[in-house]
T-cell receptor, first 113, second 112 residues
Framework: NAGVTQTPKFQVLKTGQSMTLQCAQDMNHNSMYWYRQDPGMGLRLIYYSASEGTTDKGEVPNGYNVSRLNKREFSLRLESAAPSQTSVYFC????????????FGPGTRLTVL | DAKTTQPNSMESNEEEPVHLPCNHSTISGTDYIHWYRQLPSQGPEYVIHGLTSNVNNRMASLAIAEDRKSSTLILHRATLRDAAVYYCILRDVVQGAQKLVFGQGTRLTINP
């Protein structure tokens, strides 16, 4: 049982490049989330997916797109990366009924030059 | 989204109890109080949550004021592994998904 996995762990992009961050969970959770964390700050919600087939904007969605590929996988895409998107990105998932906690992945550290 | 207020930092000694306060004066009747912590270079991990009554689990205790406008996370015997940033969050649920709004949290330092 791996929990929440994220790939890649580290990435360096140039301004204007695109990339997709991958996230998968093996806990049969309905809901999945993408957060970003800037240095010295708390996490901010980018997008979330309450269930397979649905996605909604969070607090800071501009510059990002998401895809809920299936129940296990939720990807985050940066179409044209900007230096302001330099951050650590965390994926999380939660159980639909218990709703007691979110489980977080180890994060992807992204630098945009 | 409801907001919480926590001290920026706290310090304690190993094997002593730690009381981490949180104010949430705008809490609504259906908001659950959640605590997460984030160890260095890791994603956040769930610690405990509650609605009205005090709660205990293997990691910590949560004491909730009678008016629910404040709460305190209690680590009974701090260890060096408890050094982390602790976040107090009011959980909102939308269509089955939890919306967590993280503040800056309290950075807890444990002295040996």
């Amino acid at each position: 049982n791996a929990g929440v996995t994220q790939t890649p762990k580290f990435q360096v992009l140039k301004t204007g490049q695109s990339m997709t961050l991958q996230c998968a969970q093996d806990m049969n959770h309905n809901s999945m989330y993408w957060y970003r964390q800037d240095p010295g700050m708390g996490l901010r919600l980018i997008y979330y997916s309450a269930s397979e087939g649905t996605t909604d904007k969070g607090e800071v969605p501009n510059g990002y797109n998401v895809s809920r590929l299936n129940k296990r996988e939720f990807s985050l895409r940066l179409e044209s990366a900007a230096p302001s998107q330099t951050s650590v990105y965390f994926c999380a998932s939660s159980h639909p009924v218990r709703r007691s906690e979110q489980f977080f992945g180890p994060g992807t550290r992204l630098t945009v030059l | 989204d409801a907001k919480t207020t926590q001290p920026n930092s706290m310090e304690s000694n190993e094997e002593e109890p730690v009381h981490l306060p949180c104010n949430h004066s705008t809490i609504s009747g259906t908001d659950y109080i959640h605590w997460y912590r984030q160890l260095p270079s890791q994603g956040p991990e769930y610690v405990i949550h509650g609605l009205t009554s005090n709660v205990n689990n293997r990691m910590a205790s949560l004491a909730i004021a009678e008016d629910r406008k404040s709460s305190t996370l209690i680590l009974h015997r701090a260890t060096l592994r408890d050094a982390a940033v602790y976040y107090c969050i009011l959980r909102d649920v939308v269509q089955g998904a939890q919306k967590l709004v993280f503040g800056q949290g309290t950075r807890l330092t444990i002295n040996p």
